[in-house]
Nanobody
């Protein structure tokens, strides 16, 4: 079974940076597209961006170019680098893995941006 575990969330000051990690197990990680989503309080879940097995990234316009996704296949890990954070970025951040028909979700990690 696919298991995705996010980490790196916490409290950060507005304007600061934070890097989230997602470690995958139970699959051949290197062949799958990975993604990051987030859900803010009272709002719909939204796409942050995706990264293909080859490292090609795609981001939602709403991220304003402040976020960067990367992956390390040797470590079965995908990262989300978040810069110039704003209070509006406060949300639970989820990582995903897609295999063509199914999407697998992690448990999420909370990011809270103060000020």
């Amino acid at each position: 079974q696919v298991r995705l575990v996010e980490s790196g969330g916490g409290l950060v000051q507005a304007g600061g940076s934070r890097k989230l990690s997602c470690v995958a197990s139970g699959s051949i990680f290197s062949i799958f597209t990975m993604g990051w989503y987030r859900q803010a309080p009272g709002k719909q879940r939204e796409l942050v961006g995706t990264i293909t097995s080859g490292g090609r990234t795609n981001y939602a316009d709403s991220m304003e170019g402040r976020f960067t996704i990367s992956r390390d296949n040797a470590k079965n890990t995908v990262y989300l680098q978040m810069n110039r954070l704003k209070p509006e970025d406060t949300a639970v951040y989820y990582c995903t893995q897609r295999d063509g028909f199914d999407t697998y979700w992690g448990q999420g990690t909370q990011v809270t941006v103060s000020s």
